[in-house]
């Protein structure tokens, strides 16, 4: 490096913008362990204050992906696509779409990941399967999408390793929430899979990361941006995370819900409603596009009514069984919770609003999530919600269900999870879930 570490950190510090050898040589050496973290925290909190250049972005893309191994593909005749989701709560998608768009012919290497913050993570509920294994070497979980079109694993040591490291460090200097940084930790190891097409589930709310729509739709621009300049394709879509997605958030009552999603169940409502139809009709949705990258249908519409006939038939259904029993997973043993509780409306009115991020704390006490990397996640903790937003509710009826397997957190989420729901004596109005599509 021409420069010092000093003055790096100055000249981001004052808002320069650094050359692109620079900034790739900087942080492929603090992925080695040449730069320190008193050093590198620094330079995060500029770059959260002061930003990158588009050009700063791209450099910073580039050198997370070639701290590491890049997959590739050189025999795979099928068009390879994954999704990525934000996160909320009872953000369950990618266990329907994956199996759908891998049995409708394409192929998903489906890198994901754990908890992060009030919001589920993929990996946690699919290790609630009894047996189910995230941790694949490589060769492995590629031998898989070969065989099945589909394999999911988590972030391996050999993936962006300087991405996993800034991340580390990201999360305990409190520069997680700089848009840029987001954007190319997302990126680089979507980029590193070696696929070809990408569909982005950018959610806003109040159980997203970005509380706004103009933030979200912003982000996802973002990481359009980035994935246009690696020559991927890439369709983003902005969706509403200000009330929970389906009827159940929590690890193994996630997965019951797929479960049922799959084999064609419904669930009615005090109101006759299907609680599973958002989950169902946004897997659907983010499965077409992920299958309309591939040209391979022709059109949206062709692509969406292909994805619904996967799922309607069973083929999906039947391709999650093969993941699960190729990784590891027994579905007959799938657990349920020990201890239950209701948590009852205390108004009589109209559910006008959901404070999701406080919920998703609360079913992180129950045990649903890790306070600490070192905490064991509960499987079978979670919470049911009765109710929408805009459902016509009485005081005394079931607001939601609590369930866990330790009685004690139950009784502490139970005092403070109803002060997490507002009402009024008018429904609020109605918003369609999938706000934006951009491409």
């Not at 069984?321 to 201890?339: K, S, Y």
């Not at 959901?354 to 006490?365: H, K, P, R, S, T």
């Given at each position: 490096m021409n420069l010092l570490p000093t003055q790096i950190i100055r000249l981001k510090r004052d808002g320069k913008v650094l050359p692109a050898p620079v900034l790739r040589q900087w942080i492929q050496e603090y992925g080695k362990g040449h730069i320190p973290d008193y050093q590198m925290s620094a330079f995060l909190m500029a770059v959260c204050l002061r930003g990158f250049s588009s050009e700063e972005l791209h450099a910073s893309v580039e050198a997370m992906i070639e701290s590491g191994v890049t997959l590739h593909w050189p025999k795979h005749p099928r068009f390879l696509v994954d999704k990525h989701s934000t996160g909320g709560i009872g953000d369950k998608t990618s266990l329907i779409l994956g199996p759908i768009v891998a049995a409708a012919g394409l192929s998903v290497p489906m890198m994901s990941g754990r908890g992060l913050g009030h919001t589920g993570g993929t990996l946690d509920k699919l290790e609630s399967i009894p047996g189910f294994q995230t941790r694949l070497e490589l060769p492995s979980f590629q031998e898989q999408v070969e065989k099945l079109n589909i394999a999911f694993i988590g972030q391996t040591e050999e993936i962006c390793p300087a991405d996993r490291k800034l991340y580390s460090l990201r999360d305990v200097t409190g520069t997680v929430e700089s848009m840029n940084l987001i954007s190319g930790s997302i990126m680089s190891k979507k980029i590193a899979e070696g696929i070809q097409g990408l569909v982005l589930d950018v959610k806003f709310g109040t159980g997203a990361f970005f509380k706004t729509l103009e933030e979200s739709a912003e982000l996802a621009r973002q990481l359009m941006a980035i994935g246009h300049q690696f020559g991927k394709k890439v369709v983003a879509l902005v969706t509403d995370m200000n009330q929970p997605l389906g009827r159940f958030a929590g690890n193994a009552l996630e997965v019951h819900e797929c479960i049922d999603i799959l084999t064609g169940q419904v669930h009615r409502n005090s109101h006759q409603e299907d609680s599973y139809a958002d989950t169902r009709e946004l897997s659907i949705q983010l499965a077409a596009q992920m299958m309309n990258l591939s040209g391979r249908w022709g059109n949206l519409a062709a692509a969406e009514q292909e994805a619904r006939h996967v799922l309607n038939s069973?083929?999906?259904?039947?391709?999650?069984?093969?993941?699960?029993?190729?990784?590891?997973?027994?579905?007959?043993?799938?657990?349920?919770?020990?201890?239950?509780?209701?948590?009852?409306?205390?108004?009589?009115?109209?559910?006008?609003?959901?404070?999701?991020?406080?919920?998703?704390?609360?079913?992180?006490?129950?045990?649903?999530?890790?306070?600490?990397?070192?905490?064991?996640?509960?499987?079978?903790?979670?919470?049911?919600?009765?109710?929408?937003?805009?459902?016509?509710?009485?005081?005394?009826?079931?607001?939601?269900?609590?369930?866990?397997?330790?009685?004690?957190?139950?009784?502490?989420?139970?005092?403070?999870?109803?002060?997490?729901?507002?009402?009024?004596?008018?429904?609020?109005?109605?918003?369609?879930?999938?706000?934006?599509?951009?491409?």
């Open positions: 069973g083929q999906a259904y039947n391709k999650f069984v093969e993941i699960c029993r190729a990784q590891g997973g027994d579905l007959t043993r799938l657990p349920r919770p020990r201890h239950s509780r209701i948590v009852p409306v205390t108004v009589d009115g109209f559910i006008t609003g959901f404070d999701l991020e406080a919920i998703g704390y609360l079913n992180v006490q129950l045990g649903a999530g890790r306070v600490q990397l070192t905490d064991v996640i509960d499987p079978t903790a979670g919470i049911e919600f009765h109710h929408k937003l805009g459902h016509a509710v009485r005081r005394g009826e079931p607001l939601m269900t609590l369930y866990a397997a330790d009685e004690k957190r139950l009784h502490q989420v139970a005092e403070k999870v109803g002060a997490c729901v507002s009402y009024g004596q008018q429904a609020p109005p109605k918003f369609s879930l999938i706000r934006k599509v951009m491409s």
